[in-house]
């Protein structure tokens, strides 16, 4: 028992120091002491400063409890703790805890940061803050305000809560949770996150990392607003300095205007040089009236303009377009999409209904959704297969092919043009010969996409060969080559099956192109735009 005391003894000793320690030293220019329920209190007016550890405090009144070691102060509030200043009109501090609590017009202050609320708690050991009813904080880069919110001075972190909104330098982004590193000014969100920036670009997102200092900002599943479209993706990232945005994962670019849409696995917006690329069997997809055309390729690269005439999607290699009515290969394509012509470079080839076009360049011109004109350009071949699986060929330097409710009802050929077209009965059942023609220019007509008549000019040589004397040297003309089995599906849109191409480029191995499209290696990945269009080959 003796000993259990002694120990007691020692304690109490050991502690004694510990507990004057934690009494709060006051001093004032007016003292007054009073007995309130068995406690003693100490009123304090005028210059009143009272001291703890490292923590002073000034103000013009206060009220102190000595058996609760707590201050009560009034009016010109400022504390110092170290590299801490905290100013208010209220304050209760509890000297065992030392915790502070600050009402009124409070600024919390350390290095280039202030907090502007009037309502915190603030514990001087940890140097945690809390707010609740409403804060801001700023600092030499950024703004934050929301509805509540904790800073760790000693961790340099802050996290905020309800209706948070940091204004940057060059952007501001809305949120309802964020976590900012107030030395690296690294601000990281979890949750629904809208950005703002100064050019009207806007960024929405499920979270994200936004590095403020050097305008850099990772995003989860999120999407990028511009002028003209709107890219989204499973992670975006974007360098507001250099004004470049990343997207991957399920991309898609979707276009304000013009029914127009994008997907692929990887893209990346360059607002400085305005343009996108869409990378991962990059699909364009366009919804027309009562069709959808579809256009695939490794590559397409979607140009800004403030231009409506310039704005265009240049798609390289490998192109597969397809619509229910026209399906098409080629090498490189440009799409202008405010008067809807299209150049297909790299020997394309097209095929519409029964009809296969083929040439070194074709452009197509598309109006109310519908197919009107297409030009082809050198080593231009037309075949069609009539009722009686017969190949009706038309062959030339160059051709134009008009269309009318996308149906192809007339052809005319400038130069070097040739013809073979079988000859049937009424009922388009017998076959009654073959006539071939041989002429500079001519002129088709067809009717539900036969051949129906043929219009020669220029000392035109022919004749019309009879059904028995019809032999494979004499039915087909130079450079036949009738590729249906290449023709592509929807299905072949989004799996971009290699045969096709492959097959098609041994078609066409042999042939000089007449024009060259912006192909992967002619054109820079990091500057589309510096590569300059085709200009339409001479006739």
């Avoid at 020997?347 to 297409?374: G, R, S």
């Avoid at 990945?525 to 339409?536: E, F, G, I, R, S």
Wanted: net charge negative; proline share 3%.
């Amino acid at each position: 028992m003796i000993r259990f005391a002694f120990i007691l003894f020692l304690i109490f000793i050991a502690g004694v120091p510990v507990l004057a320690q934690k009494k709060i030293k006051y001093d004032a220019d007016t003292l007054r002491n009073e007995r309130r329920k068995s406690e003693n209190v100490q009123f304090l007016w005028y210059h009143v400063i009272f001291q703890q550890e490292t923590t002073t405090v000034t103000n013009d009144s206060s009220v102190y409890y000595r058996g609760q070691n707590l201050m009560e102060s009034f009016r010109h509030i400022r504390i110092v703790d170290d590299s801490t200043t905290i100013t208010a009109d209220r304050l209760t501090y509890d000297g065992n805890s030392r915790t502070a609590s600050l009402r009124q017009h409070v600024i919390y202050a350390k290095g280039d940061r202030r907090l502007y609320t009037d309502h915190l708690d603030y514990n001087m050991v940890t140097e945690v803050g809390e707010y609740s009813r409403g804060g801001k904080l700023i600092d030499s880069t950024n703004t934050l305000t929301s509805k509540s919110g904790f800073f760790y001075g000693k961790q340099n972190i802050a996290v905020f809560w309800t209706n948070v909104v940091l204004v940057s330098p060059d952007f501001t982004l809305k949120t309802d949770t964020l976590r900012y590193n107030t030395l690296t000014k690294v601000a990281y969100t979890d949750g629904p996150t809208e950005i703002t920036n100064q050019d009207g670009t806007e960024l929405l997102s499920q979270g994200g990392v936004f590095r403020t200092i050097i305008d850099q900002s990772q995003f989860i599943d999120g999407h990028i607003e511009t002028t003209d479209y709107i890219l989204e993706g499973k992670e975006l990232f974007f360098d507001d300095l250099k004004k470049y945005y990343k997207s991957e994962g399920d991309v898609i670019l979707t276009y304000k205007s013009n029914d127009l849409i994008i997907t692929g696995q990887e893209a990346y917006y360059d607002k400085q040089k305005g343009y996108s690329k869409i990378y991962g069997n990059a699909v364009m997809k366009r919804v027309m009236e009562a069709d959808t055309f579809y256009m695939a390729a490794d590559t397409l690269v979607a140009i800004e303009s403030e231009y409506d005439s310039v704005k265009r999607v240049l798609a390289y290699p490998d192109i597969r377009i397809f619509r229910s009515n026209l399906q098409g290969l080629a090498d490189s394509v440009a799409y202008f999409l405010h008067d809807s012509l299209i150049y297909m470079y790299g020997t394309p080839i097209l095929w519409t209904l029964d009809n296969q076009i083929a040439a070194d360049t074709i452009e197509m011109e598309m109006a109310e959704n519908e197919i009107k004109k297409m030009v082809l350009h050198q080593n231009s071949f037309l075949i069609s297969q009539d009722t009686m699986k017969h190949f009706n060929q038309v062959k030339g330097r160059n051709m134009t092919a008009f269309f009318d409710n996308n149906d192809l009802y007339r052809i005319e050929v400038d130069g070097n043009g040739e013809t073979i077209f079988y000859l049937l009965d009424e009922g388009d059942s017998v076959l009654l010969g073959m006539n071939r023609l041989l002429c500079s220019d001519m002129a088709i007509r067809f009717k539900n996409n036969q051949i129906s008549t043929i219009t020669v000019f220029k000392m035109p040589e022919g004749k019309i060969i009879p059904p028995h004397e019809l032999e494979p040297s004499v039915e087909r003309l130079d450079g036949f080559n009738w590729q249906d089995s290449i023709r592509p599906t929807l299905e072949d849109i989004y799996t971009k099956p290699e045969n096709l191409h492959q097959r098609h480029k041994t078609r066409t191995a042999s042939r000089t192109p007449g024009g060259a499209g912006p192909s992967r290696s002619q054109t820079p990945k990091d500057n589309p735009t510096t590569q300059a269009l085709p200009k339409k080959p001479k006739g």
